[in-house]
């Protein structure tokens, strides 16, 4: 049998220029799931990081604070629906590397998976316009009358993405490990980056880049329309 090799990406800051998860509470705010104060949980962290006093980890942890904290009770219909409303008006801002990337690997044969802390359901969304075979994000619980109950379902797996990667390869024979791939931008990619034979680091934050430049993984960046290979 020939096994197909496997590709992972990391999504927000990697393939979409932002966050899905940023985009999705502004969102739910502007259509007023969520109250206008569920802002107030990030909006220090933002500036922040907006001024350079503060980290993007900061700002994004704090709106998955805010997300989990005001999604309880939600209808996931209301999220779904919500979710396809962001991937229509914002599906096509993605990076130029990444995503000529992943259609030179689909036609080279390989199994491409997509993997990220932001609600599956968004990432459904996002990742069918691109090609991915598989699709990894926050599951997140649904209780009675449909609603949202703030809860993860299986944390722990999405929380270290190396386990995704044994994961994908243990539940399909057909794939193997050899020439994988892995593109990542921050420190919480480096366990993925460690499990496959070819890591990228994509416009990566500065722990990243240190490690990437300690152990001699490939940094690419893209400025405007400029691809720099460091």
Same mark, same amino acid.
């Not at 070819?198 to 400025?223: D, M, S």
């Given at each position: 049998?020939?096994?197909?090799?496997?590709? *992972? *990406?990391?999504?927000?800051?990697?393939?979409?220029?932002?966050?899905?998860?940023?985009?999705? !509470?502004?969102?739910? $705010?502007?259509?007023?799931?969520?109250?206008?104060?569920?802002?107030? !949980?990030?909006?220090?962290?933002?500036?922040?990081?907006?001024?350079?006093?503060?980290?993007?980890?900061?700002?994004?942890?704090?709106?998955?604070?805010?997300?989990?904290?005001?999604?309880?009770?939600?209808?996931?219909?209301?999220?779904?629906? $919500?979710?396809?409303?962001?991937?229509?008006?914002?599906?096509?801002?993605?990076?130029?590397?990444?995503?000529?990337?992943?259609?030179?690997?689909?036609?080279?044969?390989?199994?491409?998976?997509?993997?990220?802390? &932001?609600?599956?359901?968004?990432?459904?969304?996002?990742?069918?316009?691109?090609?991915?075979?598989?699709?990894?994000?926050?599951?997140?619980?649904?209780?009675?009358?449909?609603?949202?109950?703030?809860?993860?379902?299986?944390?722990?797996?999405?929380?270290?993405?190396?386990?995704? !990667?044994?994961? !994908?390869?243990?539940?399909?024979?057909?794939?193997? &490990?050899?020439?994988?791939?892995?593109?990542?931008?921050?420190?919480?990619?480096?366990?993925?980056?460690?499990?496959?034979?070819?890591?990228?680091?994509?416009?990566?934050?500065?722990?990243?880049?240190?490690?990437?430049?300690?152990?001699?993984?490939?940094?690419?960046?893209?400025?405007?329309?400029?691809?720099?290979?460091?």
């Amino acid at each position: 049998m020939n096994k197909k090799p496997v590709a *992972f *990406f990391d999504i927000d800051g990697t393939v979409f220029r932002s966050s899905l998860l940023i985009e999705l !509470v502004e969102e739910l $705010i502007k259509q007023k799931v969520f109250p206008t104060k569920a802002e107030d !949980v990030y909006v220090s962290q933002y500036q922040d990081w907006l001024d350079r006093d503060g980290t993007y980890e900061e700002y994004i942890d704090a709106v998955v604070e805010s997300f989990i904290k005001n999604i309880k009770g939600v209808p996931y219909g209301r999220l779904a629906d $919500i979710g396809r409303d962001v991937v229509e008006e914002q599906g096509k801002r993605v990076y130029r590397y990444t995503r000529d990337l992943i259609g030179e690997l689909k036609q080279n044969g390989y199994y491409v998976v997509a993997i990220s802390q &932001s609600p599956k359901t968004i990432l459904d969304a996002f990742c069918k316009g691109y090609g991915f075979d598989k699709v990894y994000g926050r599951i997140y619980e649904i209780g009675p009358q449909d609603q949202l109950t703030g809860a993860v379902i299986d944390e722990h797996l999405i929380q270290n993405k190396a386990n995704i !990667v044994s994961r !994908v390869l243990d539940r399909n024979p057909d794939l193997m &490990s050899t020439n994988s791939v892995a593109v990542g931008d921050t420190e919480g990619d480096i366990s993925l980056l460690e499990s496959v034979d070819q890591p990228i680091c994509f416009n990566p934050n500065k722990k990243l880049y240190n490690h990437a430049k300690t152990v001699g993984w490939k940094v690419v960046v893209e400025r405007k329309n400029v691809i720099y290979h460091i």
